[in-house]
């Protein structure tokens, strides 16, 4: 079993607005921290099937993941993988679940993370961060919301 993490917040947009936003690898360079790159991999709108290298700023060196759309169920789904043994993290894969519910022109955002695939002392490794990166993937939504709401 993986590492499983979750956590909410409200946006205060509707809906639809929330969901392309989560989808939008362009104006990622507006809020994700860190960001150095986003270099997709296929043309045309994001899909199921899409592909990206994200690259990041992480502790003074430059990291690059590769990620891919597993699944959309616009608007209230979104599910991304992170196949760590494609980028700097060399092992592991991770799933980043986005369910929108949306009420009174606002939308709550769950975001359910997995981590998985990690063994021997990256298993343990990743145990003792779990929290740190669950605070990271916070971060970037809270970045996100706050980039939303004010457009």
Partial sequence: ?????????????PIEKAYIGLLDLDSAKHWMHGLVRMERLNDGPVC????????????????????EVIELNEPDKIV?????????????????????????????????????????????IGKMVAGTFKKACEKDLDALKVYLESE
């Fill in 1 to 13: 079993m993986g590492i499983r993490f979750e956590f909410k917040r409200t946006i205060h947009v």
């Fill in 48 to 67: 199921v099937g899409s592909e990206w290298r994200e690259t990041r700023k992480m502790f003074g060196k430059e990291a690059t993941e590769h990620f």
């Fill in 80 to 124: 991304l993988r992170c196949d760590g043994t494609k980028g700097t993290t060399g092992k592991g894969e991770f799933v980043f679940t986005y369910i929108l519910t949306s009420s009174d022109n606002q939308t709550e955002v769950t975001m359910n993370g997995e981590i998985n695939e990690l063994t021997g002392l990256a298993k343990f």
